[in-house]
């Protein structure tokens, strides 16, 4: 691959019109404005992240975690762009890479855009519908490749479906978006035929083709198969590792503020990233600040910082094998032995006492039923749109939702994009209507 091709300002639904006039924003940052002033990407807001949303503490949300991961990401781009034009000074197309940093920014705002509700249970419970509930019912009605979509549902395939798909009423590409900025959002650039055990995958069967056309300009390698695999667009592997540091950190913060973690646990989990002199200078100023949680935020960022600049050497190192397709897994699981084992641990203890803690599971187990209960109530109501019941929950779906499309996949599917796009309230608030939990005001 070459990054003479790998970034392109073409955009996705205007490429009749694409031009490369200087402006005073790139179109890169252009992609990035234009996801921050979204309806999709402000009800981010209201998404759950890992903790429940916040009453006395505020704990990240999908959107201050959006956010955080584009700041990182950028903060990526930025160093692997003045190593890289260094480099590549000398070619004619080096004036390209400046848009790096812009490009892994916008990609990491978007990247949870197509998450549904109640975090990553959201995402298993709308799996597990069709793999293990109700939904099964719909396997002999699907195609193969249709089905695998359902139930190994991933909010990444998702997110390129929200950017790119028309919506009824909306333009032709969706969002518009750059080439580069939709590639590197793809984590996984294969159909779901070949999502592994996880049920990772990158696009859905209907965005099949346009994932091709994006790739195929950008000159991302394809492997042979009849199943489209492709190898990931570089920048992928930026937006990946921002959002690898700022989960992981993050969560660990949040548990330090909800007091699942006690101070000396955590200050214990960030001072393994560092060691010598660096160690040292660190200590003396948590003797300098005596706010527990000044203390904790320092230490935040000193990890932050040093895994930024990990994972920008480890990108610069091995480019070439990027650029083959050669580097299997993330960025984070390359760089150097001290931080890497800090980051391990840190793993280790949110899976044990994190992820598995009474109020991400009440949150979990609350996620499952309340999208599983909506699911059976859209479902029966686009398979069986005749019934009075089904024509009143139709009628409450904006009109950008294809609830009458001709194929039962497309139905599905328009079905998963309005519960995918809800928030936490909105989803909940449905849930408790269509149960005649909550009636409206007398």
Same mark, same amino acid.
């Given at each position: ?70 700041? /990182?990401?950028?903060? %990526? $781009? ?9 480099? !590549?000074?000398?070619? +004619?197309? *080096? ?118 056309? /994006?790739?195929?300009? %950008? $000159? ?9 695999? !492709?190898?990931?667009? +570089?920048? *992928? ?45 660190i200590k003396e100023t948590l003797n300098i600040v005596t706010d527990v949680n000044e203390q904790i935020a320092y230490l935040r960022s000193c990890v932050v910082g040093v895994l930024v600049d990990e994972c920008s050497r480890i990108f610069c190192e091995d480019e070439d094998k990027l650029l083959r397709g050669e580097v299997k897994g993330p960025l984070i699981n ?79 599917q328009a079905v998963i994009d309005y519960i995918s796009g809800m928030t936490d309230v909105y989803a909940l608030d449905l849930y408790r209507k269509i149960n005649g939990m909550s009636l409206p005001a007398l």
């Amino acid at each position: 691959m070459s990054w003479d091709k790998l970034i392109s300002a073409k955009r996705f639904g205007l490429e009749r019109y694409h031009d490369e006039r200087k402006r005073n924003r790139s179109d890169f940052q252009r992609d990035y404005d234009r996801l921050v002033f979204s309806a999709p990407f402000r009800r981010l807001q209201n998404k759950t992240q890992v903790f429940p949303l916040p009453g006395s503490v505020f704990v990240h949300n999908r959107l201050t975690h959006s956010l955080e991961v584009s700041c /990182v990401g950028r903060s %990526l $781009g930025n160093n692997v762009t003045t190593i890289l034009i260094d480099k !590549y000074k000398d070619e +004619p197309w *080096v004036h390209k890479l400046q848009g790096i940093g812009a490009i892994v920014a916008a990609a990491c705002l978007a990247h949870d855009m197509g998450n549904p509700p109640f975090g990553h249970s959201g995402e298993r419970a709308i799996a597990t519908y069709f793999s293990e509930g109700n939904g099964m019912i719909l396997e002999k009605e699907l195609k193969k490749n249709e089905w695998t979509d359902l139930t190994h549902f991933e909010g990444n395939a998702n997110a390129f479906r929200l950017l790119t798909h028309q919506f009824n009423g909306r333009r032709e590409g969706g969002f518009v978006m750059t080439y580069s900025t939709l590639a590197s959002i793809v984590k996984y650039p294969y159909s779901s035929t070949l999502a592994s055990s996880k049920g990772k995958f990158g696009f859905f069967s209907s965005e099949e083709a346009d994932f091709i056309r /994006v790739a195929d300009e %950008l $000159g991302m390698i394809r492997y042979g198969g009849e199943d489209i695999r !492709y190898c990931r667009h +570089p920048l *992928v592997y930026l937006v990946e590792a921002a959002d690898d540091i700022c989960y992981q950190v993050m969560d660990i913060e949040d548990a330090h503020k909800l007091r699942i973690l006690t101070t000396e646990k955590t200050k214990e989990l960030f001072l393994g990233f560092f060691e010598k002199e660096r160690l040292e200078h660190i200590k003396e100023t948590l003797n300098i600040v005596t706010d527990v949680n000044e203390q904790i935020a320092y230490l935040r960022s000193c990890v932050v910082g040093v895994l930024v600049d990990e994972c920008s050497r480890i990108f610069c190192e091995d480019e070439d094998k990027l650029l083959r397709g050669e580097v299997k897994g993330p960025l984070i699981n390359l760089i150097d032995e001290t931080p890497r084992k800090a980051y391990k641990k840190c793993t280790r203890v949110a899976y044990e006492s994190i992820y598995k803690s009474s109020d991400v599971l009440d949150i979990e187990l609350a996620g499952n039923r309340i999208i599983s209960v909506l699911l059976d109530k859209l479902i029966d109501a686009v398979m069986y749109p005749q019934k009075a019941y089904s024509q009143l929950l139709l009628n409450k779906v904006p009109g950008q939702y294809e609830m009458r499309a001709e194929s039962l996949y497309n139905r599905t599917q328009a079905v998963i994009d309005y519960i995918s796009g809800m928030t936490d309230v909105y989803a909940l608030d449905l849930y408790r209507k269509i149960n005649g939990m909550s009636l409206p005001a007398l």
